[in-house]
Structure formats: structure tokens, C-alpha cells
């Protein structure tokens, strides 16, 4: 897992600060994780290697999240899957489809945005806590 | 590879028939990848413990299959506010349905004022149940509906609506008014002054026309000396009530107040409804009087049970609305808080 907040206060509704950071950030991981597949199927990869190479990317997701989002993409349509030998073992082979692609430019320019938008607000914060110094 | 084969076979006892095996040679391949990319890493064959600690990351059978499903849920996210919201209003209605019949119905049937108190704490018993029959209705529905949209019937979308189309705005609360709830105060106390007083001076009670209670052919009956004492002593505990009313210290609790006062309210008509008889016969009374006086104390009694209804009924609302205004307060406390 990733970081969590050092702080013990309690919020609103008694849940604990890292329940909450912990809540949150998945929150904020789900739909950023669906995006970072989309994108790292544009080539080939089975279930494990696809993990190996978010990892290396410095996505690190579970297994069991990993798999179940690859069937689930797959009977959205927009991944395409095959089951090939390779080193004498069979394995599902997932590659983004043609609608996956589609969307997956609508999902990225969706993002850039909200990745700019996000990156004035946080410059202006910085800012103007800086000019209050 | 034995635990890996035990492993697998506790996800497939989850997975739907449909699809089963397909997943679970998906599966498979990832974990042997998975091992195998382990002991790459290692340069040796991974141990029994190294194994099961792979698998056991990978999570426990029953969340890994459950994850492989469709999401399970009776009623989804965009169905859900609109059954929530339609169990919070209906929710009211029918505990003020049930209320209104089954003490209607024991008012009738009722016998004596225990058999009365006996049919109401039976009908109090058997709320839970109605209750639960409600909610389960009302989840079956919504769940058969979330069901069939989209399968069976088009998904339900929102009706247009406009912001100028919403009630107008609701009037303040009514403020409370510190002369009207000392002059309820002394009112209060005056009435148990005069009941007090009315036993030794019966005039008190019509005036000169006292006199001519005494050639009327009937009168008061003797249990009215029980019952005199219990409505007595309910005033009078109702006395510091409404002189807390006053303070304003206690403004934060004048809605449960009022509800105590209220409560005390009920008791005296309970009291009153246990009166079956108001008025005996005197000795010379005629066939005609005496049916007429049967005749007035159903009357009575009657009304008295009318009367208790409808505030049992207007008690149970009230009561509702200082626990939705109380939970209301806390939020915006909370809120303002934080």
C-alpha cells in the first residue's frame, strides 16, 4: 500500500484520518487505474506481465484487482482478448480494442484536463500562502 | 504445486458455473507466472511457506471470486436516494395508519380500560413486525424494479423539473412566546386551585345552579373519588413542566417539554376513558331518565375515546418531528462545528 497520514485525529462520523486518507486515495486511484491499463494495452500483455509492467511504471496494483478489471473491461469492449501457448503454457492475451481506443482518447484528454485544471489550482494555493508568509 | 491446485479450487467452489473454468485457467496462468517470476528473481524454487504467502496476497478465495462477479446490490446507487427518500415519507403514514386503526379498533372492542391498555400494548408489540413486513416490501420492489430496468423496461430517467416549480418556501418556526407560556403557567395552577377547592364548594362548579343539582334525579358517581385524585395529581405534576417552559435556560429541551406535557395530557384522557360511568341514578328516577342517562354516558365516554385517539395520533407526530428537528440541530451543530 501506499503512504498513509500520520495524523490521529478523528473526523466527522468517528472514522479514523488514515481510514479516511485511505477511503480517499482509493477513490482517487480507481478510475486513474482503469486509465493507466487502457493505456498500457495499446501492446499486448497477459495478466502478469501487464501488472510487471504497471509496476515498473511505478503503478503498483493488486492481483486481485488487476484481474478482475481486465474481464470486466473486456465485457465493456474495450479490450479485446486471446488465449495463446507461449513458453509452453496457455495464457489470455488482452490488447485494447478499437472502441478501447476511442476511449481511451476521450479518457485522456478528460484527464490532461483535469490534471492542468488541478495543477493552477494547487500554483495558486502555493502562492498565495507564500505572499501571506 | 499443491496449494496453488487447493487454492484454485476454493476461488471455483464461488465462481458461477458460468464461465468457471475459463477464469480459473486465466487465473492459474497469472499465479504460476506469478511463482515462476518469484523464483526468477530468487534463483531457486520457491518453498511451501513462499508459495501459500503468494497466494494468500492474492486473497482470501471467497473476495477474489466475489470480485469476478457481477456487483451485487438490490438496489444500485442511482435507485437508491429515491428508495431511501420514499421509506423515510412513507414510513410516517403508515405507523400513523396503524396507529389510528388498531386503536380504533381496541377502543372499540374494549371492554374495560385494562383490556384497552391490554389491546394497545398487543398492537405496540406487533409494530416491529408490520414494520419489517414494510421494509421488505418496499426493498423487494425497488429491488424487482432495479432488476428489470435496463433488461426488461427502459432505464428510468429523471423527469425535467425547474427550480420555480419547488414549494415555496416553508414559514419559520412558530417562536415561542414567553407571555403565553406564563400565562399558561398560571392558568394551569389556577384550575388545580379550583378543582382543589370545587369538593367543598360545589357551586364552583355551575355556579348557583348548584341547587338545582340536588333535585336532579341523578348524580355523580362515587368513583369519581378515585378518579378525581389521579387527574389532580396529573396537573400538578404537570405544573413544573410548564414552569421550566419559562426558563430560559431549558429552551434547548422545550420540544420535549411540551411532548411530557402533552404525555401527561393523554394520561388524564386515559383516566377519563377508564370512567365508564359518569352519572348513577338517583332513588326516584323514571324508566325514560334512566335510559337517557346510559345514553349520556356512552356519549361521554365516546368522545372522551375520540378525543384520546386523535391525541395519541397528534403525540406520535410530534414526537416524530423533535427527533427529525433534533438530528437536524446536531448535523448543523456538527457542521458549524467543523
Redesign the interface.
Known sequence: MGPTSKHGWNG?GGQSGNELFDSLRLELRRGCLVLAVLAQLRAEH????LR?ALAESGLEI????L??LL?RLETQGLLNSE?REEEK????FYRLSGEGERILGLLLAEWTGINQSLGRIVEGLKSNTGKER | MELLERYLQAVGAHLPARGRAD?L???R??????IE?REEELGRPLTGAEVAQVLE???MPV??AA??GPQHFLVGPQLFPLYWYTLKRSFPLVLAAYVVVQLVAAIVQSSSGQDLGQKIGTAAAHFPRVALTFWGVMTLGFAVFEYVQGRYVPKMTLPKWSVRDLPPLEPGQKKHSLASAVADLIVSALIVVWLLAVPNHPYLIIGPGAKMVHGMPFGLTPEWHVFYWQIVGLLILMLPLKAAMVLPSLRRVRGWLQLAINAMGILILVVMVQIRTFFVAGAEISAENLRSLAGINTGITFGFKIALAISVVKFLWDLWKEITAGQHRRAGY?AAV?
Open positions: 466527522a497477459y495478466g502478469y506481465t510487471k493488486e492481483e486481485s484487482t484481474y478482475p474481464r488465449w503454457r496457455n495464457k489470455r | 477464469t485457467a486465466e487465473l496462468a497469472n499465479l504460476e507466472a506469478e517470476g496476497a492474492h486473497g473476495l477474489v470480485r469476478y456538527t467543523l
